[in-house]
């Protein structure tokens, strides 16, 4: 039996239309996925611009977080209610006018307000331009679909701290959130020019407003507990415990109600196929570790480098460069290979990639720092292609909708973990690191002068006779010893990354045979 891919569905485009047809879709995952990151570096002008505190500030990313997280795995049902073209047309929609009031918000709480606006309406988006992506391609081209969407997907997230570190240096911060408007204009326009006369079947079933809820509660409280967790010093604080057992007693509940009703909000049997199943492990737990170390890398060239906000993001340039040019060509050979052979492959280079970050040393040079983002690069080229054919090999047409949105949906929680995660682990290694270092500088290590305190006094005193007075010199050591114990945090994440993409190798293999153009029968 043929797979479901060949199944009935919505005739594909041809020519000009497919092409203006595929470019808007991906200016649409490319706004939502860089509004998820411009902001962040543009946070502490934000909060100076509006006269708050940047702790206040950060309200700006986690209200955006905590209302897309809720809307994203909605999006099966909405497409099913309303219609795929329909619903991302207006999600499109809604959010260039959600970034328009972004742009012209006068306090913080207005600011807040908006982006809780733009997180919900934006969650059809992402899913809902995968699912139109692969529908308006005929089966043989589904490699290129895929291409065009992952791009987008893996680069915007690289070049929107660039982004947003130059237009926060050179303008004002309220262009971070405008230059959505002519390009939402412009992509909703040729989005149902193109495709409004090849919309889905719309079935008129009720939302279960049991289901939603408790869908709104455990997710709401659990992208409460990533955001805030680790300002709070996570589960030292009683607030981060009462909102983490109400988390998990939601999500329990939602997960007892999903499965015994008839209509689920989010359609769970998709994990009855092994392909979908395995293949969503897989792909979260690596976007979750991409995710984390595409946070650390600049978050440490930061403030330990001496690099500003617009040099650490052009430190991450030449893989979204990488990743752009080799994309069509992965594309094309994509339909002959077994995609498992190129998730494989995409996994052994990403873990290259990391391991070659994990040997960085303190006086490296910017030329050195970005080699191994090219070798980044060429894994995300072929990363979500094939991941997603192993995932969707067995999900019919009419499925593709609320397969997109809950795999979607797993991989933005896995990125919210992995962000909280590796800074948390970032810390806590390093204050690991900088007591090894301090005790074997005191004489914890042996003692004796050539390790012990009266080399630190020996140093002191050679920086005194230069003409530091002994504060100046005690804050230099200090600073030292800092930047060696985050260098020693940032290149053990690394290795450890490495190791967690190589373990997760074997799970693409536990998956069934799958091939880009969909030329796959059950018996493979």
């Given at each position: 039996m043929a797979s479901s891919s060949s199944s009935a569905g919505p005739a594909p485009l041809t020519g000009v239309s497919l092409a203006l047809a595929a470019v808007a879709l991906a200016l649409g995952t490319f706004m939502q996925v860089l509004d998820s990151t411009i902001a962040n570096v543009a946070l502490p002008t934000i909060a100076g611009n509006l006269g708050v505190a940047s702790d206040q500030g950060t309200w700006v990313i986690t209200s955006f977080a905590v209302a897309n997280g809720i809307s994203v795995p909605l999006t099966g049902w909405?497409?099913?209610?309303?219609?795929?073209?329909?619903?991302?047309?207006?999600?499109?929609?809604?959010?260039?006018?959600?970034?328009?009031?972004?742009?012209?918000?006068?306090?913080?709480?207005?600011?807040?307000?908006?982006?809780?606006?733009?997180?919900?309406?934006?969650?059809?988006?992402?899913?809902g331009s995968q699912a139109l992506l692969i529908m308006i391609f005929p089966p043989d081209k589904r490699s290129t679909a895929l291409g065009v969407w992952s791009m987008t997907t893996l680069v915007a997230p690289v070049l929107g701290p660039i982004l947003g570190g130059w237009i926060s240096d050179n303008f004002a911060w309220e262009w971070i959130f405008l230059i959505n408007v002519p390009v939402g204009i412009a992509c909703t326009w040729i989005c149902w020019r193109?495709?409004?006369?090849?919309?889905?079947?719309?079935?008129?079933?009720?939302?279960?407003?049991?289901?939603?809820?408790?869908?709104?509660?455990?997710?709401?409280?659990?992208?409460?507990?990533?955001?805030?967790?680790?300002?709070?010093?996570w589960f030292n604080s009683v607030h981060i415990v009462i909102l983490s057992l109400l988390a998990l007693i939601g999500f329990l509940a939602w997960l007892i109600w999903e499965l015994n009703e008839k209509n689920p909000v989010v359609d769970l049997s998709l994990f009855k196929s092994r392909n979908f199943a395995f293949g969503v492990i897989a792909l979260c737990?690596?976007?979750?570790?991409?995710?984390?170390?595409?946070?650390?890398?600049?978050?440490?060239?930061?403030?330990?480098?001496?690099?500003?906000?617009?040099?650490?993001?052009?430190?991450?340039?030449?893989?979204?460069?990488?990743?752009?040019?080799?994309?069509?060509?992965?594309?094309?050979?994509?339909?002959?290979?077994?995609?498992?052979?190129?998730?494989?492959?995409?996994?052994?280079?990403?873990?290259?990639?990391?391991?070659?970050?994990?040997?960085?040393?303190?006086?490296?040079?910017?030329?050195?720092?970005?080699?191994?983002?090219?070798?980044?690069?060429?894994?995300?080229?072929?990363?979500?292609?094939?991941?997603?054919?192993?995932?969707?090999?067995?999900?019919?047409?009419?499925?593709?909708?609320a397969a997109s949105g809950l795999s979607n949906f797993a991989r933005i929680t896995a990125g919210s973990?992995?962000?909280?995660?590796?800074?948390?682990?970032?810390?806590?290694?390093?204050?690991?690191?900088?007591?090894?270092?301090?005790?074997?500088m005191t004489g914890g290590s042996g003692g004796g002068n050539s390790g012990g305190a009266g080399g630190v006094d020996q140093v002191i005193n050679q920086m005194m006779q230069m003409g530091m007075s002994q504060a100046q010199a005690v804050a230099a050591i200090t600073r030292q010893v800092s930047q060696q114990a985050y260098l020693l945090a940032t290149v053990d994440i690394f290795r450890i990354s490495s190791i967690i993409i190589l373990c997760l190798i074997p799970l693409i293999w536990l998956s069934r045979k799958a091939m880009a153009n969909g030329q796959v029968h059950a018996a493979d």
């Amino acid at each position: 039996m043929a797979s479901s891919s060949s199944s009935a569905g919505p005739a594909p485009l041809t020519g000009v239309s497919l092409a203006l047809a595929a470019v808007a879709l991906a200016l649409g995952t490319f706004m939502q996925v860089l509004d998820s990151t411009i902001a962040n570096v543009a946070l502490p002008t934000i909060a100076g611009n509006l006269g708050v505190a940047s702790d206040q500030g950060t309200w700006v990313i986690t209200s955006f977080a905590v209302a897309n997280g809720i809307s994203v795995p909605l999006t099966g049902w909405l497409m099913m209610r309303f219609g795929v073209v329909r619903t991302f047309v207006v999600s499109v929609a809604l959010f260039t006018l959600a970034s328009f009031l972004c742009g012209i918000a006068w306090n913080l709480p207005s600011l807040i307000l908006f982006r809780i606006l733009q997180g919900a309406v934006s969650g059809p988006m992402i899913p809902g331009s995968q699912a139109l992506l692969i529908m308006i391609f005929p089966p043989d081209k589904r490699s290129t679909a895929l291409g065009v969407w992952s791009m987008t997907t893996l680069v915007a997230p690289v070049l929107g701290p660039i982004l947003g570190g130059w237009i926060s240096d050179n303008f004002a911060w309220e262009w971070i959130f405008l230059i959505n408007v002519p390009v939402g204009i412009a992509c909703t326009w040729i989005c149902w020019r193109f495709m409004h006369n090849r919309e889905t079947p719309s079935v008129a079933r009720k939302l279960n407003m049991v289901s939603f809820s408790l869908l709104v509660f455990w997710v709401g409280t659990l992208q409460l507990v990533l955001d805030t967790g680790k300002d709070a010093d996570w589960f030292n604080s009683v607030h981060i415990v009462i909102l983490s057992l109400l988390a998990l007693i939601g999500f329990l509940a939602w997960l007892i109600w999903e499965l015994n009703e008839k209509n689920p909000v989010v359609d769970l049997s998709l994990f009855k196929s092994r392909n979908f199943a395995f293949g969503v492990i897989a792909l979260c737990a690596a976007y979750a570790v991409f995710f984390g170390n595409n946070l650390l890398m600049p978050l440490w060239l930061q403030t330990n480098m001496g690099y500003v906000a617009t040099w650490a993001g052009l430190a991450a340039a030449p893989s979204g460069v990488v990743a752009v040019f080799l994309t069509p060509f992965v594309a094309k050979i994509s339909n002959r290979i077994d995609a498992r052979i190129m998730a494989t492959i995409s996994l052994l280079l990403f873990a290259l990639s990391f391991y070659m970050r994990s040997l960085y040393a303190p006086d490296i040079d910017f030329g050195h720092l970005i080699l191994p983002m090219f070798v980044m690069g060429a894994a995300m080229s072929a990363f979500f292609t094939s991941m997603i054919t192993v995932s969707f090999r067995d999900v019919a047409p009419h499925q593709m909708p609320a397969a997109s949105g809950l795999s979607n949906f797993a991989r933005i929680t896995a990125g919210s973990f992995a962000a909280s995660l590796t800074t948390t682990l970032w810390d806590n290694y390093e204050t690991h690191a900088l007591n090894n270092i301090s005790g074997a500088m005191t004489g914890g290590s042996g003692g004796g002068n050539s390790g012990g305190a009266g080399g630190v006094d020996q140093v002191i005193n050679q920086m005194m006779q230069m003409g530091m007075s002994q504060a100046q010199a005690v804050a230099a050591i200090t600073r030292q010893v800092s930047q060696q114990a985050y260098l020693l945090a940032t290149v053990d994440i690394f290795r450890i990354s490495s190791i967690i993409i190589l373990c997760l190798i074997p799970l693409i293999w536990l998956s069934r045979k799958a091939m880009a153009n969909g030329q796959v029968h059950a018996a493979d």
